[in-house]
């Protein structure tokens, strides 16, 4: 279902892409800073016994294995027209292997859909140095520390917030943003709502398939035409308006009982190909 309606059209190489499609160098170094900073990033307490402690002890399948055990940045294509956007990362998954998604069942099914799709290189994702490629896609997380029992606390949430509101602000070819799961849908929500974007209102309730689209606030001049001075808050370099879809999460909690199956996780990224640019 569709909370909003996209615009039609929209351009074919959206501003901000070099003429070959490729990001510009500016980017992709502010994007290797970033990655540093996200790395090094120490400020939730919790989270760093957390993930550290997960990293001395393994699990035994697991034992032979050196663990990442820091903070996991996003990854991608400094070009993307798509951003992913999960919970966090998962204990023995991503902070082992130190690549979002990557090293666990999650992961699995959602490389085998973006591969089918033709935003994936490969199918499988097993290590940070593998071959694999995304295509128009970069996949980031709500928070950065994989958290206890899977819950981040709202402070750490927090923390993390720039970090993808960084990522959104860097990646001006994004035109759909793909949520997976309720906790990266509604912080997705907040974020674009703390950016004075027309966002609906009352938050529609996250349900799969689910499309939202957002609205930049007005451009400067057409906020001086309406008598509004100055500068558009919350406006990104590029797009007048994203796309959110909504999808359920690739937990096995979700896959193996049926609540999502591949051809359900397929048609999301069929319908987030639809809506990117031509």
């Known amino acids: 279902m569709s909370a909003g309606e ?62 990442w055990g820091r903070p996991v940045p996003g990854f991608g294509d400094p070009a993307a027209w798509l951003l992913v956007v999960g919970l966090a990362p998962a204990a023995h998954g991503a902070n082992r292997t130190g690549r979002m998604f990557t090293g666990d069942r999650s992961g699995d099914w959602l490389f085998r859909a973006l591969h089918r799709a033709g935003l994936a290189t490969r199918a499988e994702s097993t290590a940070r140095d593998d071959g694999l490629e995304l295509v128009g896609t970069w996949i980031t997380a709500s928070v950065r520390c994989a958290p206890p029992g899977n819950r981040p606390g709202p402070s750490e949430r927090a923390n993390c917030r720039p970090y993808l509101e960084r990522e959104i602000d860097l990646l001006e070819d994004v035109r759909v943003i793909v949520a997976l799961g309720g906790y990266a849908y509604r912080h997705v929500m907040r974020i674009f709502r703390g950016r004075a974007w027309d966002v609906p209102s009352p938050m529609p309730g996250f349900e799969h398939g689910l499309e939202v689209e957002l609205a930049a606030p007005a451009r400067p001049d057409a906020r001086a035409a309406a008598g509004q001075p100055g500068r558009a808050k919350g406006r990104r370099p590029s797009a007048d308006a994203l796309t959110l879809v909504a999808s359920y999460h690739p937990s096995q909690q979700n896959t193996f009982t049926g609540t999502l199956t591949e051809p359900m996780f397929d048609r999301i990224w069929a319908r987030a190909r639809a809506l990117g640019p031509a």
């Open 6 to 67: 996209r615009r039609p059209g929209g351009p074919a190489r959206p501003r901000g892409r070099a003429a070959d499609g490729a990001a510009p160098e500016a980017r992709r170094r502010a994007l290797s800073e970033l990655r540093d900073t996200v790395v090094n990033c120490r400020r939730c307490p919790r989270l760093v016994r957390w993930r550290e402690k997960v990293a001395r002890e393994k699990r035994a399948s697991f034992a032979d294995q050196d663990y």
